[in-house]
């Protein structure tokens, strides 16, 4: 059976080391992903409980915390599955939960953290790992596990479908419910519609390029350890 990945036929000793199944790796992996799944769960069970200002509903329907599931559930699958045992199209999954974790934590600093805040430690273990070790963290792991498939032109766009379909859940719900998760897509506020379209198009332009970075660095990566 053909390998599902092409082989690794440059820089063969530094790309080894830092292969997915090293053991290192892989606990680093097992470190960081149960600890944004324990984070999101907690900011889950929490509102549950009504120990926040969201509804569980409402912390369902955040951008960080769906990402972020995501994101710490590819960790531990990749954590206890060996890569040639993983579809060719994994690492493009990874690619584009690097890029979900980089635009959370952007707009997080951006648009959503009170003025002050991203200068502050003394918060919410969950706020910290979810808003700043996981978007960090998600960008290395992009940049530093080996890998050897290429990605198109498509791939970052493709990536944005993601966050296209979650505007355009969170403004139906919203238009349903009267509630948006963040402040800059809430068309009830000053400003209205046209300020929110404004912004909203901004930050899409935004993701267009932050998409196609991660894209050609990860497609930089991959020519590290693969000619061909």
């Known amino acids: 059976m053909p390998a599902r990945t092409p082989a690794i036929n440059r820089n063969r000793a530094s790309n080894r080391a830092l292969h997915p199944d090293r053991a290192w790796v892989r606990i680093l992996r097992l470190l960081l992903g149960a600890l944004t799944v324990v984070a999101v769960f907690r900011n889950f069970y929490r509102s549950a409980l009504g120990e926040t200002d969201n509804t569980l509903p409402e912390s369902l329907s955040q951008f960080t915390n769906e990402a972020c599931l995501v994101f710490g559930l590819c960790l531990l699958i990749g954590t206890f599955i060996s890569r040639d045992r993983l579809p060719r199209w994994w690492d493009h999954l990874r690619g584009g939960l690097a890029f979900y974790m980089v635009i959370t934590g952007l707009i997080y600093a951006l648009l959503v953290a009170e003025p002050g805040e991203m200068m502050r430690w003394d918060l919410e273990w969950t706020n910290l790992a979810l808003h700043r070790l996981a978007p960090v963290a998600g960008l290395?792991?992009?940049?530093?596990?080996?890998?050897?498939?290429?990605?198109?032109?498509?791939?970052?766009?493709?990536?944005?479908?993601?966050?296209?379909?979650y505007l355009s859940y969170t403004w139906i719900r919203g238009a349903i419910?009267?509630?948006?998760?963040?402040?800059?897509?809430?068309?009830?506020?000053?400003?209205?519609?046209?300020e929110v379209l404004q912004t909203t198009a901004t930050v899409l332009i935004a993701f267009l390029a932050i998409s196609i970075i991660v894209h050609v660095l990860g497609n930089l990566r991959v020519r590290l350890a693969h000619r061909g």
Do not use: K, S
């Not at 530093?144 to 479908?161: E, N």
């Not at 419910?177 to 046209?194: M, N, R, S």
């Open 177 to 194: 419910v009267h509630w948006y998760p963040y402040g800059f897509l809430d068309p009830t506020q000053e400003g209205g519609w046209p």
């Open 140 to 165: 290395i792991e992009w940049l530093l596990v080996t890998m050897t498939v290429r990605g198109t032109w498509g791939r970052p766009l493709a990536w944005l479908i993601y966050p296209i379909l």
